[in-house]
């Protein structure tokens, strides 16, 4: 359970939460423009743009939860369990679940170009080990301009103008956004909207009286809260600010240890809130029992190296004293 959002504030900024009962040794991970992605079609991408985000770094290979790249195009894979549905193809033409973040990002620049990039794909259930199945996932792509939905499902790989800016779980993208509809209302009144240009969303239902913000941790409310809180959240007056409203935006749908019940044995929370400049490179982030917002800069590194570079999430913050 998981929520991604787009918000333009003088510069592009992208963020996600990630929500689950453990961790998997997540760390912002830059990947550099010549290091040589093997996908798992068999061909081999040596030269490519550079990218940084958090990734699962295993066997010398980053998997990509969420990224941007040097040209500032972004994409997030959520949690996508009831729905996805991959493809059992193999060969030319297929990317592994697992990879399709990585092979947007180091081909497309903007999101026109990842479009055109997934026409004719076929989406994998190929594993990247025994140990590692694949994940049922979705995935937003934004670039400031416009924001697509990526979903593979039985019926094929479906991609969708996101007006809202905001993905979040299930159900699959089209329902969520008449499920939207039921409140907007709540968006329709005089305060500035920072949608997606051009963006169309779903008027409200016939009938549908006036109904207040939704407070579970569901997927379907948390979409309606983050669009909300996005829509009327005010653009920072410069980059501190801009990245502090983007945690506030966030922070919306963040998840509470011991608030929502699963069957895993550690509780349930947001194991990490992001933030990313998409037009300088900038990753930003806190995490679960570190508050301090930690930021990590792509053109802080060589992007013309070889071999991916890893800075491990800090997992404890601290509190600063004012007295005593």
Same mark, same amino acid.
């Given at each position: 359970?998981?929520?991604?959002?787009?918000?333009?504030?003088?510069?592009?900024?992208?963020?996600?939460?990630?929500?689950?009962?453990?961790?998997?040794?997540?760390?912002?991970?830059?990947?550099? =423009?010549?290091?040589?992605?093997?996908?798992?079609?068999?061909? %081999?991408?040596?030269?490519?743009?550079?990218?940084?985000?958090?990734?699962?770094?295993?066997?010398?290979?980053?998997? /990509? /939860?969420?990224?941007?790249?040097?040209?500032?195009?972004?994409?997030?894979?959520?949690?996508?369990?009831?729905?996805?549905?991959?493809?059992?193809?193999?060969?030319?033409?297929?990317?592994?679940?697992?990879?399709?973040?990585?092979?947007?990002?180091?081909?497309?620049?903007?999101?026109?170009?990842?479009?055109?990039?997934?026409?004719?794909?076929?989406?994998?259930?190929?594993?990247?080990?025994?140990?590692?199945?694949?994940?049922?996932?979705?995935?937003?792509?934004?670039?400031?301009?416009?924001?697509?939905?990526?979903?593979?499902?039985?019926?094929?790989?479906?991609?969708?103008?996101?007006?809202?800016?905001?993905?979040?779980?299930?159900?699959?993208?089209?329902?969520?956004?008449?499920?939207?509809? =039921?409140?907007?209302?709540?968006?329709?009144?005089?305060?500035?909207?920072?949608?997606?240009?051009?963006?169309?969303?779903?008027?409200?239902?016939?009938?549908?009286?006036?109904?207040?913000?939704?407070?579970?941790?569901?997927?379907?409310?948390?979409?309606?809260?983050?669009?909300?809180?996005?829509?009327?959240?005010?653009?920072?007056?410069?980059?501190?600010?801009?990245?502090?409203?983007?945690?506030?935006?966030?922070?919306?749908?963040?998840?509470?240890?011991?608030?929502?019940?699963?069957?895993?044995?550690?509780?349930?929370?947001?194991?990490?809130?992001?933030?990313?400049?998409?037009?300088?490179?900038?990753? /930003? /982030?806190?995490?679960?029992?570190?508050?301090?917002?930690?930021? %990590?800069?792509?053109?802080?590194?060589?992007?013309?190296?070889?071999?991916?570079? %890893?800075?491990?999430?800090?997992?404890?913050?601290?509190?600063?004293?004012?007295?005593?």
């Amino acid at each position: 359970m998981c929520t991604a959002v787009s918000f333009f504030s003088g510069e592009h900024y992208f963020g996600r939460t990630l929500d689950y009962a453990c961790g998997y040794g997540e760390a912002v991970v830059i990947t550099p =423009r010549k290091y040589a992605f093997r996908w798992r079609n068999g061909t %081999v991408l040596r030269e490519h743009y550079a990218m940084i985000g958090v990734a699962h770094p295993v066997e010398g290979a980053p998997l /990509y /939860y969420d990224a941007v790249n040097e040209k500032g195009l972004c994409a997030a894979a959520l949690r996508f369990a009831q729905s996805a549905c991959y493809s059992p193809k193999r060969g030319a033409e297929t990317v592994a679940s697992f990879e399709l973040i990585p092979f947007l990002l180091s081909k497309a620049a903007t999101v026109a170009e990842a479009r055109a990039l997934l026409q004719g794909i076929s989406v994998t259930d190929e594993a990247f080990s025994r140990e590692l199945p694949p994940a049922p996932l979705h995935f937003l792509l934004a670039d400031g301009r416009e924001c697509l939905v990526v979903e593979a499902v039985r019926e094929g790989l479906c991609l969708y103008d996101d007006p809202a800016g905001v993905l979040a779980n299930e159900p699959p993208f089209p329902e969520m956004l008449r499920h939207f509809a =039921r409140y907007r209302h709540l968006t329709a009144g005089e305060a500035p909207c920072y949608l997606v240009p051009g963006g169309v969303l779903p008027t409200p239902e016939k009938g549908a009286g006036a109904i207040g913000l939704p407070g579970d941790g569901t997927s379907r409310s948390r979409f309606v809260r983050a669009a909300f809180t996005r829509q009327y959240a005010q653009p920072g007056e410069g980059r501190e600010e801009s990245v502090n409203q983007m945690f506030h935006i966030l922070g919306a749908v963040e998840q509470v240890a011991g608030c929502c019940r699963t069957g895993e044995d550690a509780p349930y929370r947001t194991l990490y809130t992001s933030c990313c400049n998409a037009e300088r490179g900038i990753y /930003y /982030y806190t995490t679960y029992h570190c508050r301090s917002v930690v930021s %990590v800069e792509l053109w802080s590194e060589d992007p013309d190296g070889t071999v991916p570079i %890893v800075y491990p999430m800090l997992g404890r913050g601290c509190i600063y004293r004012q007295n005593g």
